[in-house]
C-alpha cells in the first residue's frame, strides 16, 4: 500500500510539473507577440523621427515633423495593439473567413463576394483628394512596418490568436481601409432586415394589425401600404427556423441590433461656461476588444484626439482645439429590396423596363479549410447584386421565378465618405465641419458639431432620389423592372437636413425621428428609438442651463421611459386587488412582484429586482400576445417593442384584439394576459435566480457580453478572452443597453456604448472620453480591459491635447527613426 501510494504521489507530482510547464510554456509563447512601448525602432516609410508617447491608459499621443509620418505611426500603433481585430475586419470584408475556420463561415463570405465591398472599395481609392490618398498610403506603410517587426523580432506572429489560426498575412492596402468602412455601413444598416421583416410580418396579418406590431415612430401618419403579396404576386407565408447568431456576421441582420448613439450639444445660452458643449456614444455591439481605438494625432493643422476603428487613419468621433463632432445612427432609408424577375426561357437574364437582359456575373472562388473551395457565380443587376435567398432570410419572401437584388448607397465605387472625414478632422469651426458632409456617401450618420460659439447638427450621406410613385415607399421589396420602384441617382447634398443654433441651444438625436416630410422626402420610416429621445428631452429642458457634468448625468441616465409609461398601462387593474395570498404561492409571489413595480421610478439600476421583474414581464406579455397570431414567426420579434404593447393596452384601432387567443374557446382579456404573463415572468425568474425575490438583481442577468468573437465559446480559453461585467441600462434607456433576446440569457447585455466622450469649450482640455474595454486587444495584456471597469462604473479618463500631461505618466514611448 505504501509503495502504492508513493507512486500515485509521484505521478501525480509529475502530472502537475508538466501541467504547470505546459502552461508555462503556453504562456510564454502567448506574451511574445505583446508590443513593446520603450524603445527606438528603424523603419522604412518615414521623413523624419516620429514619438508614440502611451500615457497612463495606453492612448498613443503621435507627434510627427509630416501629416503623413503621424498616419504611419498611427497605423504602427493600431497594429500593434489590434493586428487580429484589424485582419478579422479585412478577411470578413474580403469573404475570406473560412479559409480560417471552414464550412461555419461560409454564409458570411458569400454574402460579402455578393455584396462586393471590397471590390468597391479598390475603385474608391482613387476617388479619395491628394491628402487622403497620402494618408492612406502612409498608414497603410505604418501597419507594414510593424508586420516587418513582427516577422524580424519574432514577435509571437504578432498576436496569439494566430498561433491556433495560422495565415499568411498579405500587406496592408489603402483599399481594406476603405472596405472596412463599408463593413461599417453593414454593420450600422437596419433597412435591408427591416424590409424582409415587414415583408414576412404582411404575409401572416392584415395591414391594420401589421401597424400595431411594426408600429411607425410617433408624427405625421402616412397612407396605407398595399400588402406584400399584391405587390409581387401571390406568395404564403414561410418559416424557418431562427439560427444563432454568428458572432462573426455583421450585426447578425437583426434591426434590434443595427447601429444606435447618442449626441447632443448645447449652445453658448444654455451653458454654464458661457461655451458650448458636446455629448457622443456610438453604441456597437460588445465585442473584446471592443470596436473603438482612443487616439492622439498631432497634425500640421493642431491635434486631434478621440476615437478610432482599427483599421481606419481618422478619428470618427472626438475634437480638436476648436471644434468636436459627434456621430449617431441616421436611419436613413438608403437600401432598396428587389424582386427580379428570371426569364422562363433562359436563366441569364432578367427583366428590365426594356425588356430582357443578361446579368453581368463574374465567378468568385472561396477557399475553405478541411473541405473542397466554392465557385460562387456572382450577379448584377442594373438596381443592385444579387443575394442569396439564405441571405437575410429573402428565400422567404422571394417569389417563384425571381431573384432578389438589393440597391443601396454604400454600393459605390467612388466613395468619398474617408475624405469628408480627413476634412472634418482638420476643420476649426462648424461651418467647415459643415462643408467636409458634402463628400460623405456611407454609412449615413447624424452629425452633430460644436466650436467655441455655434452648434449644428446635419444629416451626413447619400439619400437615394426615389419616384413618388414607388409602390412600397421603400418599406418592402418590390419589382425591380418597374420604373417607379427604381432609384434615379442621389438628392443634392443641400438638401440634407441640417439645424443650426436653434434658438433652444440644443441640439440632439437618439436615432429618434428627426423630421416630419412627405415621401420621398422623409429620410426614413423606420427609426431606432421612440423612448430615448423623451428622456432626453426632460433632462435637456429640466434645467435652463448645462455643463460638463450634467452632460455625464444624461449620458449616463438609466430611467426607462417606456417603464414608466407601460407599468401603469399593462397593470392598471392588477394593483393592491384581493386579499393577501398565503406565502409560498404564485399569487403571494405576484402580490409582492406588483409591490415593488409599485414603487419603482423605472430606474434599470443593475443592483435591483425591478428592472428583471418588469423585463422579464413585458418579455412574456409580447410572447402571449403574438404567438398565437404569428406562430414561428413569432421568434423574430424577439426584443420588447413598447409602442406595440401601449397601443394593444390602449386599444389604438382596436389593438386589443392581440388579447384574444384565437385558438381557444374563451375571450382572454387584456388584463387576462397581463396577470398571466406577469407569473410566467416569475416563475421563470424563479427557477433561474430562486424564489427571493428581494435577492434577484437586474445585473446578474444583465451582464455585458463582451466576448471574443472567436475564441469566446471555447472552454478555457473564454475564460481569459472574455469580459463580463454586471451593468445597469436597458434597451431603452439613455444609457443603452441592449438585450439579447436569445435564449438562454435573453437579457444579456450585447449592444451598447461603445465609446463616451464628453467635451467642453470653455476648457478643452477637461474634456473626458472612454471606451468600452481597453486600448489592447492582447488578453495578457494590462491594458486589454482596464478601462472596461471604469466604463461600467460610469467614470471617464481625461481628454487633453497637452503633451506633457501624456508625458507626465507615459506607460512607454517608442520612437521610429527613418532606415538609413
Not at 452629425?447 to 452648434?455: V, W
Not at 433652444?504 to 421612440?530: M, R
Request: hydrophobic share 40%; glycine share 8%; proline share 8%.
Amino acid at each position: 500500500m505504501v509503495t502504492l501510494f508513493r507512486w500515485l504521489f509521484r505521478a501525480t507530482v509529475a502530472l502537475v510539473l508538466v501541467g504547470v510547464l505546459g502552461f508555462g510554456f503556453i504562456w510564454w509563447v502567448a506574451s511574445r507577440s505583446m508590443p513593446d512601448y520603450d524603445g527606438t525602432w528603424a523603419v522604412q516609410g518615414i521623413g523624419a523621427p516620429v514619438e508614440i508617447v502611451r500615457d497612463h491608459s495606453d492612448v498613443p499621443h503621435i507627434f510627427g515633423k509630416t501629416d503623413a509620418d503621424v498616419f504611419f505611426a498611427l497605423g504602427y500603433a493600431h497594429a500593434q495593439d489590434r493586428l487580429w481585430q484589424m485582419l478579422m475586419l479585412r478577411r470578413t470584408v474580403q469573404g475570406r473567413l473560412s479559409e480560417l475556420f471552414g464550412e461555419r463561415t461560409l454564409p458570411i463570405d458569400r454574402l460579402m463576394r455578393r455584396l462586393d465591398l471590397y471590390t468597391l472599395a479598390t475603385a474608391s481609392v482613387d476617388a479619395q483628394d491628394d491628402d487622403a490618398g497620402a494618408a492612406l498610403d502612409a498608414y497603410s506603410a505604418g501597419v507594414n512596418a510593424w508586420l516587418q517587426e513582427v516577422n524580424a523580432g519574432a514577435r509571437g506572429r504578432g498576436a496569439p490568436e494566430m498561433w491556433l489560426f495560422p495565415q499568411a498575412i498579405s500587406p496592408w492596402q489603402p483599399a481594406d481601409s476603405l472596405a472596412i468602412l463599408k463593413l461599417m455601413a453593414l454593420e450600422l444598416n437596419a433597412q435591408l432586415p427591416a424590409e424582409v421583416l415587414r415583408a414576412r410580418t404582411s404575409l401572416d396579418l392584415p395591414p391594420e394589425r401589421l401597424a400595431d406590431i411594426l408600429p411607425d415612430a410617433p408624427g405625421q401618419g402616412v397612407a396605407a401600404l398595399p400588402a406584400y403579396a399584391e405587390l409581387v404576386g401571390p406568395l404564403q407565408p414561410s418559416y424557418a427556423d431562427a439560427a444563432p447568431r454568428d458572432p462573426l456576421f455583421p450585426n447578425g441582420g437583426e434591426t434590434a441590433l443595427a447601429g444606435a448613439s447618442n449626441a447632443w450639444a448645447s449652445g453658448p445660452i444654455r451653458s454654464a461656461t458661457g461655451s458650448t458643449l458636446l455629448a457622443n456614444d456610438p453604441h456597437l455591439p460588445l465585442t473584446a476588444p471592443g470596436w473603438f481605438y482612443l487616439a492622439r494625432l498631432e497634425l500640421q493643422s493642431g491635434g486631434v484626439i478621440g476615437g478610432t476603428i482599427p483599421g481606419l487613419p481618422v478619428v470618427i468621433t472626438g475634437r480638436n482645439a476648436d471644434l468636436g463632432w459627434g456621430v449617431t445612427s441616421s436611419y436613413l432609408d438608403d437600401l432598396d429590396v428587389y424582386a427580379e424577375e428570371v426569364n422562363p426561357q433562359n436563366a441569364d437574364e432578367y427583366r428590365t423596363p426594356d425588356g430582357w437582359v443578361p446579368f453581368r456575373t463574374r465567378a468568385s472562388i472561396i477557399e475553405v479549410k478541411d473541405a473542397p473551395a466554392e465557385t460562387l457565380t456572382l450577379r448584377w443587376t442594373d438596381n443592385g447584386p444579387v443575394l442569396g435567398p439564405e441571405d437575410f432570410d429573402l428565400g422567404l419572401v422571394r417569389p417563384p421565378g425571381h431573384v432578389m437584388s438589393v440597391a443601396w448607397t454604400a454600393l459605390s465605387d467612388h466613395d468619398t465618405t474617408l475624405t469628408a472625414a480627413m476634412h472634418l478632422m482638420r476643420a476649426r469651426s462648424v461651418q467647415e465641419g459643415l462643408d467636409a458632409t458634402k463628400l460623405f456617401v456611407a454609412p449615413s450618420q447624424n452629425l452633430t458639431l460644436a466650436d467655441r460659439e455655434h452648434i449644428a447638427m446635419a444629416l451626413v450621406g447619400a439619400i437615394p432620389a426615389r419616384d413618388p410613385g414607388h409602390q412600397s415607399k421603400g418599406r418592402l421589396p418590390t419589382l425591380g423592372w418597374h420604373p417607379e420602384n427604381r432609384w434615379h441617382g442621389v438628392q443634392p447634398v443641400s438638401s440634407n437636413p441640417v439645424f443650426l443654433d436653434p434658438e433652444g441651444g440644443i441640439v440632439g438625436n437618439t436615432n429618434n425621428k428627426i423630421l416630419d416630410a412627405p415621401f420621398p422626402d422623409h429620410i426614413s420610416y423606420l427609426w431606432g428609438d421612440t423612448q430615448r429621445i423623451q428622456r432626453w428631452q426632460f433632462l435637456m429642458q429640466g434645467r435652463e442651463i448645462h455643463t460638463r457634468e450634467s452632460f455625464i448625468e444624461a449620458q449616463l441616465d438609466t430611467v426607462s421611459p417606456a417603464a414608466r409609461t407601460l407599468l401603469p398601462l399593462v397593470g392598471r387593474d392588477l394593483w393592491f386587488t384581493g386579499e393577501a395570498a398565503p406565502d409560498g404561492t404564485p399569487e403571494r409571489q405576484r402580490q409582492r412582484a406588483l409591490a415593488l413595480l409599485a414603487e419603482w421610478n423605472g430606474e434599470m439600476n443593475e443592483h435591483m429586482p425591478e428592472p428583471l421583474i418588469y423585463s422579464a414581464w413585458m418579455r412574456a406579455l409580447q410572447e402571449r400576445l403574438i404567438r398565437d397570431d404569428l406562430g414561428p414567426l413569432a421568434d423574430r420579434f424577439d426584443h420588447v417593442e413598447p409602442l406595440f404593447i401601449e397601443r394593444v393596452f390602449k386599444n389604438v384601432d382596436g389593438a386589443s384584439a392581440w388579447c384574444d387567443v384565437k385558438q381557444s374557446a374563451p375571450v382572454e382579456t387584456c388584463d387576462d394576459m397581463a396577470r398571466e404573463s406577469l407569473d410566467d415572468a416569475l416563475l421563470l425568474i424563479g427557477e433561474r435566480y430562486g424564489t427571493a425575490i428581494e435577492s434577484w438583481r437586474w445585473g446578474d442577468a444583465h451582464e455585458a457580453a463582451q466576448d471574443h468573437p472567436v475564441l469566446g465559446t471555447t472552454p478555457l480559453l473564454a475564460w481569459f478572452v472574455n469580459i463580463r461585467q454586471s451593468t445597469s441600462g436597458g434597451d431603452q434607456t439613455l444609457m443603452r443597453g441592449v438585450t439579447s433576446g436569445q435564449e438562454p440569457n435573453p437579457y444579456l447585455n450585447v449592444h451598447a456604448s461603445a465609446y463616451r466622450g464628453v467635451y467642453d469649450f470653455a476648457d478643452p482640455d477637461s474634456s473626458v472620453f472612454i471606451i468600452a474595454t481597453g486600448q489592447s486587444g492582447h488578453p495578457l495584456s494590462p491594458f486589454y480591459d482596464d478601462l472596461g471597469e471604469l466604463w461600467r462604473r460610469g467614470e471617464y479618463i481625461p481628454m487633453s491635447l497637452d503633451p506633457a500631461l501624456a508625458r507626465a505618466a507615459a506607460v512607454g514611448v517608442t520612437t521610429l527613426v527613418p532606415t538609413p
